[in-house]
């Protein structure tokens, strides 16, 4: 995932985290990044669909998020991988669902 434009759609900031963190610093931190964004913007992503389907913790962990969430981010995750390979679709969506639980990990330990 590359580096985007942030200023041509602001991305939520963390509540709660301390302002020396950086999410990039975290594993995932820039595919996290990049999926508040696209959420922000309603852009159905890998990024977004993933942040998506972690919003409920992702929330209690103090990042704020679009108030409308994609309904069945699972599905639709897994139907745009599928659509880039079918082949490899299962695999890249369990490496990005463990990308995403390290992310989840790694803010615990830093509001600790």
Known sequence: ???RDQSSCPISLPHGVRMTL????LPAG?????GLADLQCNRETVPALLVAIGAPKLRKLGLILPPTIPSNPEHRLYDLLSAENSDSAHSKYNALIRKLVSFQRAMECVKK
């Open 1 to 3: 995932m590359g580096k």
């Open 22 to 25: 950086r999410m990039d610093s």
């Open 30 to 34: 820039e595919l996290v990044e990049t």
